[in-house]
Nanobody, 115 residues
């Protein structure tokens, strides 16, 4: 099973990015797909998560600015990040949790918000 993120980059404050994550390989029982981030010197934090039924949960700091979505057939999850601020700068990691096979992580994609 491979988890691969894409879509990070450098953006100015107030800008937008769309992060994508694709899960490949033989995996079943995916319950949740989500995004976490880790800024330098800080602990990892949950950004957003979505269940197979479409229920979502967001960190308070991104509510109203970020939107998570998933395609259960293609095993992809995306994060639309709008109104980005310097404090959103971090490495963003995709997480997939299967009730059968456990948790998988991507390698991370850097998001830098700077003028």
């Amino acid at each position: 099973v491979q988890v691969v993120e894409s879509g990070g980059g450098l953006v100015q404050p107030g800008g937008s990015l769309r992060l994508s994550c694709t899960v490949s390989g033989s995996i079943s029982g995916i319950k949740t797909m989500g995004w976490y981030r880790q800024a330098p010197g800080e602990q990892p934090q949950l950004v957003a998560v979505i269940t197979s039924g479409g229920d979502t949960n967001y960190a308070n700091s991104v509510k109203g600015r970020f939107t998570i979505s998933r395609d259960n057939v293609k095993n992809t999850v995306e994060l639309q990040a709008n109104s980005l601020q310097p404090e959103d700068t971090a490495v963003y990691y995709c997480n997939v949790f299967s009730t059968v096979m456990g948790a998988y992580w991507g390698q991370g994609t850097q998001v830098t918000v700077s003028a």
